[in-house]
């Protein structure tokens, strides 16, 4: 184990912040830190499975046909897992990853109890409010255990642009267009959130939180790399922070992508849609034990872009 490595794991096991001149990726925590910057205190996320389900909406986008949406949240899935290798002697990928599974007709939010899809979804009514914001691109919102930091969903909101939601944007594929917002960036991007990363300082990378029209961003950066790896190094895996308190009960690391609950088809106990509230009192069945929860919410919100730049970064 290199000392960088060693460094990256005292950030982990301490706080929830890398930042150096080397990594200025940052770990979300169940505790936020205040606006524009990464947050010192609390547990930081992460998955305690090997992978996981991510389901698309059927709803679809306007913009683009649904199996191209397919293959795009397959492709961003994989820039976090099959394409990274993680610093060490065999650049083993990280321990985790998101898989794209049957779709769903649910939209955001967590079933406590119930079945759960980690939906992606074109959301065409941006009412806003504290998680929607004039301007954001895409949200993604995030459930944890409270006390441990491990997430049980994720849902990804694309500011879809109709003629119920003009402020909203047109998503594009293949080569980058003007004025639409790059899909496969904001998907990877979102995706990153969704794993259980926050925002960088570099502005190179995946994970930097604006995004010009007609800019791709779609290559992890070595920043981004750091990140993931940092959450999900194969070889400091099974993790303190996933085992069952008081047990010696490891997390099951073998790949089962059935979302939290079981994966449901449709929306079960009502959509529950944003909202940083903190649930309290919830029975995981598998565990028999109780949650605190907490949700936080990610965004990528638009930049404009200056005209004499091709990339502003
Ligand atoms: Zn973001």
Known sequence: MTNRTLVALAFALGATVATSESSAFCRSSTIRGAAGECSTTGVPLMWCSACTGLSLNTDGSIDIPFETLKTEATSAAARWSAEVGCPGETMDPPAFELRVIDDTRVYS????????????????????????????????IVSFDRRTGEILDADVELNQRTDANPAG??????????????LPTILTHEFGHALGLGHSDQDRAVMWPTAGMGESRRTLSADDVEGICDVYAFDRRPSMQCDAPGTTTRPNLVCNDTPYGGLAPAPDGGRAVGGCSVHEGISKPTRARWWLLGAAMVTLAWRRRPRAATRVA
């Open 109 to 140: 939010g967590i079933n406590h109890g119930g079945p759960n899809a980690n939906a992606v979804w074109f959301n065409s009514e941006w009412r806003l409010d504290t998680l929607h914001r004039m301007g954001t691109i895409a949200i993604t």
């Open 169 to 182: 944007f047109v998503f594009s594929t293949g080569m980058p267009m003007p004025d639409t917002a790059d």
